[in-house]
């Protein structure tokens, strides 16, 4: 499920400009806004970096809140 959920964010971020600034997942702010405090909690070395934060995210699902989690579910 981690390999198929890192495929897809590759995926997404190589179609799009923020990919050039290579550390930038394409969010919404809600997403951003929904994982942003499990983000500080479970991966805060990671947070330079959106694609190692969406990774530790994923390794943490099942810890996360409940709207982060939906977030993880509705990106794979």
Known sequence: MLRSFCLIVVIAAGSSPAWAQGNQIPHSTAEERACRGDAHRFCRDDL???FRTASCLQDHREQVSRA???VLENRH
Do not use: E
């Open 48 to 50: 330079s970096d959106d």
């Open 68 to 70: 982060c989690r939906m």
